[in-house]
Each structure stands twice: as C-alpha cells, then as structure tokens.
T-cell receptor, first 112, second 114 residues
Framework: DQQVKQNSPSLSVQEGRISILNCDYTNSMFDYFLWYKKYPAEGPTFLIS?????DKNEDGRFTVFLNKSAKHLSLHIVPSQPGDSAVYFC???????????FGKGTMLLVSP | DTGVSQDPRHKITKRGQNVTFRCDPISEHNRLYWYRQTLGQGPEFLTYFQNEAQLEKSRLLSDRFSAERPKGSFSTLEIQRTEQGDSAMYLC????????????FGSGTRLTVV
C-alpha cells in the first residue's frame, strides 16, 4: 500500500508564477515530512522539511504547508524559475530515527 | 567533504551474474541507507546501517541481496544471480539520523540486467 501519495505525475508552470506540489499520506504516525528535488542522472537533493507539530515552514522561495486533519501537505515555490524544473518527491519519517517513505514524485516543468 | 560517492555509476550485466556496488558516505554520518528506484517510482527502502550494524532490511531485499558496512565506513551492496527485474537505480544515502535534516543521497548506480 502506498502510504505517501503524489497524485499528479506532472505540473507545468510559467516562470515567475507559483508552483504548488501536493502530497497525501495515510499513516498518522509520520512525524516529519520532507521534500526532495531530483534532476536526471543525479540523486535526490533535500529541499525542506516540516515537523508534524507545525503547519508551515518557509525557506526562501520554498514553503511547505501541513494539514494534519486532511493528511495533506503541499510545497509552494514562489516565484518559479526554469532551474526548478525537476522531479519533486514527498517523503515521510515514521517516528524517531526510522527510515523515509517516498511518494512516486511529480515532474515540474517551469517554462520561460 | 565531497558528499556521498557511489561506484560504479553504470553497470550492465548479464542475467545470472553477480554484481557489487560501493557507497562512500559523508565521513561524519553514522547512518547509511540503500534505496532502489525504478522508472516512475519513488525511492524504495532496501536496508540501513547505523555504524557497522545493519538495523533494518526491507522485504524487498530478497536473499539474493546482501549489504555490508565493515568498520562503519563505506558500504557494499551485492546482488547474486541477477534477474531482469533487478534493473533499477540503486541509491545510497547517509545522515546523522535526525529526520529534520533528511538524507544526503549519492548520484546512484544504474544497473541494467540483459
């Protein structure tokens, strides 16, 4: 069963606009959520995380929002840049120092 | 610090052959993870080490797979009697453990079984 779901395989956005990437989860025991970015032929790169006790975390152009009641989180990128074009993975940590469970990813394409 | 290094970057092997991959983590990271990624999927957990101890193995890790981390430094992942279904990107990552900071991944080893 897929505990972390990214239901949009792809998203296209124009440069300068907002990109919103969504993620749903089923396991209420997850205590940290993370976003990774992956370019072709490279490993995933950590972007931003959020604790389950918070509802928002911001780092520069990247903001992650968490809605625990809906078991939903989203990554906002403002403003979007062509260099943001990549596959974005949502991941969740199942308490303490356990391992990460990843979603299938969303490919973001930012056009000039 | 040069990040997480994986070798080789690409490996093509015939079905039935054995292959071994190496991962050198960030030196101060005590945790090391192996993940596998296939086309259209996210990374799937295989196994992880804290120092030299292998603490968890996924059910994805069949008895043809074995991982080691001697002396708690580099790690190797061996696949015996490879099958076409083993074709994937094998990713290694390391961390200090706290989930807030995530893992640092290597660039992966692309395995193709023909």
């Amino acid at each position: 069963d897929q505990q972390v779901k990214q239901n949009s395989p792809s998203l296209s956005v124009q440069e300068g606009r907002i990109s919103i990437l969504n993620c749903d989860y089923t396991n209420s025991m997850f205590d940290y959520f993370l976003w990774y970015k992956k370019y072709p032929a490279e490993g995933p790169t950590f972007l931003i995380s959020i604790s389950s006790i918070k509802d928002k975390n911001e780092d520069g152009r990247f903001t992650v929002f968490l809605n625990k009641s809906a078991k939903h989180l989203s990554l906002h990128i403002v403003p979007s840049q062509p260099g943001d074009s990549a596959v974005y993975f949502c991941a969740a940590n199942n308490g303490g120092y356990s391992t990460l469970t990843f979603g299938k990813g969303t490919m973001l394409l930012v056009s000039p | 610090d040069t990040g997480v290094s994986q070798d080789p970057r690409h490996k093509i092997t015939k079905r039935g052959q054995n292959v071994t991959f190496r991962c050198d983590p960030i030196s101060e990271h005590n945790r090391l993870y192996w993940y596998r990624q296939t086309l259209g999927q996210g990374p799937e957990f295989l196994t992880y080490f804290q120092n030299e101890a292998q603490l968890e193995k996924s059910r994805l890790l069949s008895d043809r797979f074995s991982a080691e981390r001697p002396k708690g430094s580099f790690s190797t992942l061996e696949i015996q009697r490879t099958e076409q279904g083993d074709s994937a990107m094998y990713l290694c990552a390391s961390s200090l453990g706290h989930p807030e900071y995530g893992y640092t991944f290597g660039s992966g080893t692309r395995l193709t079984v023909v």
